[in-house]
Nanobody, 125 residues
Framework: QVQLVESGGGLVQAGASLRLSCAAS????????MAWFRQAPGKEREFVAA????????AYADSVKGRFTISRDNAKNTLYLQMTSPNADDTAVYYC??????????????????WGQGTQVTVSS
């Protein structure tokens, strides 16, 4: 049974840093694309960043490019999202995701095979 378990969310001041983690288990993710999505109240779930598990190739939404960094630790089967200089617009529930399909510059919600349960990130100004 595949499990994606996020952690690291919470309340953070604008301009501070926060790192989200996603522990993946239940299958080998070799060849998979891993990603972070987020969903703010009243809005649709949106793509944040993605990384190919094997090659490490990445892609970012324009809104987070240069501020957020996605990475993975293959030995620990863990995905990370380093958030620097967050602002109030980054407040959302953040979801870890896994897809068996390759991505180009973004990943579609419909292409995700597995979701985590989400972790709340609240940025205070």
């Amino acid at each position: 049974q595949v499990q994606l378990v996020e952690s690291g969310g919470g309340l953070v001041q604008a301009g501070a840093s926060l790192r989200l983690s996603c522990a993946a288990s239940g299958r080998t993710f070799s060849g998979y694309a891993m990603a972070w999505f987020r969903q703010a109240p009243g809005k649709e779930r949106e793509f944040v960043a993605a990384i190919m598990w094997n090659s490490g190739r990445t892609a970012y939404a324009d809104s987070v490019k240069g501020r957020f960094t996605i990475s993975r630790d293959n030995a620990k089967n863990t995905l990370y999202l380093q958030m620097t200089s967050p602002n109030a617009d980054d407040t959302a529930v953040y979801y870890c995701a896994a897809s068996s399909r390759r991505f180009t510059v973004t990943m579609r919600v419909s292409n995700v095979d597995y979701w985590g349960q989400g972790t709340q990130v609240t940025v205070s100004s």
